[in-house]
């Protein structure tokens, strides 16, 4: 299919034009025309399938052609980078449709968000919490609401935002059009959208548990003790352009980070408890190359939408098995090829088998000289681990 078949206005199209897209991806040939249409939508869709641009074009589109009121648009993100990284695409995408959006989050202060929001504007993007807080203060209504996207559902369910979207939900009007992505279709998204939608168009396009295409996966049994030294000998011999470093906790992310620092080689961390200032800063300077690696957490690196990614590594090995697949969509975007590295110690195999289910495939392992381990060996110290049971999700994450 190409763009001039997707029935999107020339405004549209030029802006497509500008940023270089040549065609358009599968959940864009799906979605774009129900939603021009008219329809409710539910997609099961990770990031990285280009799912961002499958709903915004189509809602600048109907909004162009609309009157000029309120906010007729609120996009929902979990996380202040996602509503940034959505917010980011508006620029591109609406540069010749006038349109006007304005993206709320928290961690920053109430008094210059009021200030934008009294200045009108056609689109919110907006994470629920800070958005709950402007609608309590009476900052914010939606008479005029036509669409509501809820975006990364499962996600905002994961972090705690349930009872948050619920009373959302609540205050919004009715006969608008509902948009619902998430990388997984989980019961209580489920009930979620039949609540939600109404007789929605839903689009899977496959692969639900399925990471990214075009990304290699090695496993690198190591010891506890080993391992940071294990990432320097792997980030010495693979040499990556730009790498994202996961970890499970913000304090191991900020000795991570400090350690690499240390051994002299150019790193920012990236967390929740950073101050946005320090979040923006080292974000930019991470795309800017002046950083070759981030040390980052699930919640801060999730759907980071950088560029020239080439390497993950696992330097923990995620505790929530989706999260492996979040965590590498970050690489192999858009059909660039990438590596998805993981040290696992004895402790971790147990997690590295639940993620193995999850994405239907055994993972190979390697000696950190590169030698393929093969799979009968097993992984080292494996029937020493401690039975604790899968770990369950609670709070905000
Ligand atoms: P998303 O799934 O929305 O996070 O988008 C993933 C990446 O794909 C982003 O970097 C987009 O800029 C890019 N992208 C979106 N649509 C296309 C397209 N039709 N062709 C190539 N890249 C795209």
């Known amino acids: 299919m190409t763009f001039d078949e997707l029935g999107l206005r020339p405004e549209i199209l030029r802006a497509i034009a500008e940023v270089g897209y040549t065609e358009p991806t599968p959940i864009q040939e799906r979605a774009i025309k129900p939603i021009l249409d008219g329809h409710d939508v539910i997609g099961a869709a990770q990031t990285g399938t280009g799912k961002t641009a499958a709903f915004v074009w189509p809602i600048l589109q109907v909004l162009m052609q609309g009157e000029r009121r309120g906010v007729r648009a609120l996009?929902?993100?979990?996380?202040?980078?996602?509503?940034?990284?959505?917010?980011?695409?508006?620029?591109?995408?609406?540069?010749?449709?006038?349109?006007?959006?304005?993206?709320?989050?928290?961690?920053?202060?109430?008094?210059?968000?009021?200030?934008?929001?009294?200045?009108?504007?056609?689109?919110?993007?907006?994470?629920?919490?800070?958005?709950?807080?402007?609608?309590?203060?009476?900052?914010?209504?939606?008479?005029?609401?036509?669409?509501?996207?809820?975006?990364?559902?499962?996600?905002?369910?994961?972090?705690?935002?349930?009872?948050?979207?619920?009373?959302?939900?609540?205050?919004?009007?009715?006969?608008?059009?509902?948009?619902?992505?998430?990388?997984?279709?989980?019961?209580?998204?489920?009930?979620?959208?039949?609540?939600?939608?109404?007789?929605?168009?839903?689009?899977?396009?496959?692969?639900?548990?399925?990471p990214a295409e075009g990304v290699t996966h090695e496993v690198y049994p190591v010891r506890a003790d080993q391992k940071l030294q294990a990432l320097r000998k792997l980030l010495e011999t693979k040499a990556p352009d730009s790498t994202l470093i996961f970890t499970k906790t913000k304090k191991g992310a900020n000795e991570l980070g400090e350690a690499l620092r240390d051994a002299g080689l150019p790193v920012g961390i990236l967390h929740s408890d950073r101050t946005q200032q320090a979040r923006e800063l080292t974000l930019k300077r991470f795309r800017d190359g002046e950083y070759k690696f981030l040390v980052a957490t699930d919640i801060a690196g999730r759907g980071l939408d950088i560029d020239g990614i080439t390497h993950i590594?696992?330097?923990?090995?995620?505790?929530?098995?989706?999260?492996?697949?979040?965590?590498?969509?970050?690489?192999?975007?858009?059909?660039?090829?990438?590596?998805?590295?993981?040290?696992?110690?004895?402790?971790?195999?147990?997690?590295?088998?639940?993620?193995?289910?999850?994405?239907?495939?055994?993972?190979?392992?390697?000696?950190?000289?590169?030698?393929?381990?093969?799979?009968?060996?097993?992984?080292?110290?494996?029937?020493?681990?401690?039975?604790?049971?899968?770990?369950?999700?609670?709070g905000r994450g």
């Open 75 to 210: 996009i929902l993100e979990p996380t202040r980078e996602l509503a940034q990284q959505v917010a980011e695409n508006l620029n591109d995408y609406g540069k010749y449709t006038g349109l006007l959006h304005t993206v709320l989050y928290g961690g920053v202060g109430l008094a210059r968000q009021q200030t934008a929001l009294k200045e009108g504007m056609d689109i919110l993007v907006a994470t629920p919490g800070r958005l709950l807080d402007h609608m309590d203060r009476g900052n914010l209504f939606f008479f005029d609401l036509r669409f509501l996207v809820l975006d990364e559902a499962d996600r905002m369910t994961d972090m705690g935002f349930l009872p948050d979207l619920k009373r959302i939900l609540k205050r919004l009007p009715g006969g608008r059009q509902t948009l619902l992505f998430s990388a997984t279709i989980p019961p209580e998204i489920d009930m979620l959208a039949r609540a939600t939608l109404w007789e929605p168009v839903q689009i899977d396009i496959g692969q639900r548990a399925a």
């Open 313 to 394: 590594v696992n330097y923990d090995v995620p505790l929530y098995p989706e999260d492996y697949v979040h965590r590498i969509g970050r690489t192999a975007r858009a059909k660039a090829v990438g590596e998805a590295l993981m040290l696992v110690t004895p402790d971790e195999v147990r997690r590295l088998k639940a993620i193995e289910r999850f994405v239907r495939q055994e993972l190979p392992r390697f000696t950190l000289d590169g030698e393929p381990i093969p799979a009968s060996a097993g992984m080292p110290h494996e029937e020493g681990e401690k039975r604790s049971g899968p770990p369950r999700r609670t």
